[in-house]
């Protein structure tokens, strides 16, 4: 009896009598291999027989992990994305010097033996007992399958592929039996098609129609002699052999599998001397996988659908399954993405701003009625050079984006949105400042006050802007003091709940703080959110929730099976009459307000400026009844001010929501929409406010004291024209405080419609 090591463990004679005594006796008993009785050989089945029985009988084939397609609205290739570079084929469209050379090389007795080469093992027991390992494993082609199967199973855990590989008794006897039952199922052909589709080989190709593109760009059909015997002499080692960094060593191997291939008389000597003299002839392709790749700068877009699949239920009960879905890929994603659309948001975005400015700029264009994501772009490309990044700064973080950006004033008619749909008329005037303290207290969700407990105040941007105004003046104008009076008279809960009704939310996932400050966009939030919610004015009050997926169908073996995609939810957020009321205020923003710069001619459009306090972010969001878009600016990190700073080759010394993001939004909607129908707004009319008309009479003080402050709405009534009797009232020299004018909260309301204030 042979010994054991004297460092445990069986000896190298024991490790070849079990391994070859479970090998053969289970290809006896399950394939009906003929062969010499157990017992000639000397070697003892017992206990053997049990623990191969208790593996399992059945292995699945694995879905093959493939390249996933992404492709625009209209079908158009946006990009590949994959964790195996491959494309299944059938045995028809692989050329049949392919299938010859690796067989010849791999497996020469494939159609003669089973799942397992006796004279193979024989052959392999001789030098694993001399190495005292299993150094040569006598692999079939039929058993080199079974172990890619395992290591296609295991994906990217590298864990379970070292498991998958190990060098053991264990994984040879797992191996042996599932190559039996293969063997039986599926036949010499299929076998040999499975395996040229899973193999190695290595540059990021998986299976051999992949290898062929990559190393020869052309299909694997139409490889000739050469190159399928040098795609043969990779399988073995592919880093090894890689003929893109060892053009030497590759040539050899090649060579190694012609010589073989005329042994075997798949081809003469003559054919395969001939082609040892041939060159590799590289026509190589550079790997395009992944968003990096995608065209028309819809990178980032691409990134945007990776992320709603790995995070929506509809594609998997947990993340996990979402994951393992995506990474196997096959899929074919046809996506909203409109290419005119996507094409010239790219091109107002290179027109205006360089991808080395000290700020970006992100823009995206959604449907109303659809929420469908058209167009998203950026200045900085999706990459990790220098002025790149992976930063989707269109988005929220949660999908791939930053922490989002004060959007300033284009929160305002969102708060104009509560207060209509509250039952305030959109011709409320408030006397509105140049500066004022915030108003305390104001009413807060949950029958909480907000209190201005330190005397904050705020200004609008000029000293001369200061009222009163009526709203659509003040929205015109962008005038903080109006929006604080206003969110402050109906207080703070409505505002959110319209914000909540129309999608906005702040980029971190964080809640909106409860404070009148919001009026002015002090809550951070991302481009999709404020286009998707401009989109809702457009849409006459109904919200869409954006979506970026039509459809999804999945390699299913030969079939393709459609996938469910997420819909977008739409719902009324405020009535028609309201959103009607906006449209018109909107509409005089672009015409003779702070967003002339952004008017499209003679196509009607609406939209509303914003710029942050000390001018870290600028913003245009507008839209027409077939489009709504946001261009936002700014510092990504929240540091450069755009104060004295070059943007796309021009200076400026301040930079405007009109100015800037204006000029971008008009130029990539106006492409955009080129050949898209004209369509109008549903436009109401809204009585110009009276103050300033010079009208005379009419002196209706309207003085509501509440609190005790009566003289309110007197001197409210003067100023507004109260008490003139006709004429022009002359301007004050002096300067009222908020408070006499508004009384406590009411008072001070005089609409005294016979002069003119300021």
Known sequence: MPKKRSGGGLSPAQ????????????????????????????????????????????????????????????????????????????????????????????????????????????????????????????????????????VEE???????????????????????????QIENKLGKKKILENYLNITFFGQQAYGVEAASQRYFSKHAKDLNLQEAALLAGLVQSPTRYDPVNDEAEARKRRNVVLQRMAELHDISQAEADK??????????????????????????????????????PVFGKTQADRAKIWNRGGLTIRTTLDPAAQQSVQQSIKDHVNKSDEVATAAT??????????????????????????????????MGGGA???????????????????????????????????????????????????GSKLTNENASEHGPYGM??????????????LISDIGICPVIDMAKKMGVNRADGAKITEAPSIALGTQEMSPLTMASAYATFADRGTYCTPVAIQSITQADGNQRKSLPVPKSSCSRAMSETTADTINTILKGVVEDGTGTEAGLGSRPSAGKTGTTDFRYAAWFVGYTPNMAGAVWVGDPAHK??????????????????????GPIWRDMMTGALSGKPVQDFNLVNIPDGNHGKGDGGNGNGNGNGNGGQTAGGLIGGLITGGNTGGGTSPAPSFSIPPGWIQGNGNGGNGNGFGGRHG
């Open 15 to 150: 490790q070849a009598a079990k391994f070859l005594g479970v090998s053969v006796l289970a290809g006896a008993v399950m394939a009906g291999i003929a062969m010499p009785a157990a017992g000639a050989l000397g070697l003892a089945a017992k206990g053997t027989v049990q623990g191969f029985d208790d593996i399992p009988a059945n292995l699945k084939s694995p879905q093959l992990s493939q390249r996933t397609t992404i492709l625009d609205s209209q079908g158009g290739e946006i990009a590949m994305v994959y964790s195996r570079d491959r494309t299944v084929v059938d045995l028809k469209d692989m050329s049949p010097y392919i299938q010859k050379a690796i067989v010849a090389i791999e497996d020469s007795r494939f159609y003669q033996h089973g799942a397992i080469d006796l004279k193979g093992v024989l052959r392999a027991l001789n030098q694993n007992a001399q190495s005292g390992g299993v150094a040569q494993g006598a692999s079939t082609l039929t058993q080199q399958l079974v172990k890619n199967y395992f």
């Open 365 to 398: 264009i959604v449907e109303p009625g659809t929420g469908k994501i058209l167009a998203m772009g950026q200045s900085r490309p999706y990459g990790f050079g220098k002025d790149e990044t992976q930063i989707n700064l269109s988005v929220d973080k949660a």
């Open 154 to 180: 295991a994906g990217d855990d590298p864990t379970k592929v070292a498991q998958a590989t190990q060098q053991t008794i264990g994984r040879k006897i797992r191996e042996l039996k599932y190559a039996i």
């Open 404 to 454: 989002g950006y004060q959007p300033g004033s284009t929160f305002k008619p969102i708060v104009a949105a509560a207060a209509i749909e509250g039952g305030k008329a959109a011709t409320q005037e408030y006397p509105s400042p140049y500066e004022m303290p915030y108003p305390s207290p104001v009413t807060a969700c949950n029958g909480r006050n907000w209190m201005n407990t330190d």
């Open 275 to 312: 082609a040892k003299q041939t060159g590799l002839g590289l026509h190589v392709s550079q790997p395009k996988n992944g968003c990096i790749t995608a065209v028309k700068g819809a990178g980032f877009f691409c990134d945007y659908v990776r992320e709603v699949f790995r995070n929506d």
């Open 472 to 485: 659509k003046e003040a929205t015109a104008k962008s005038v903080n003091t109006y929006y604080v009076q």
């Open 640 to 661: 450069r001010r755009m104060v004295n700073i070059s943007i796309g080759g021009t200076t400026w010394d301040k930079v405007y929501g009109g100015k800037v993001p």
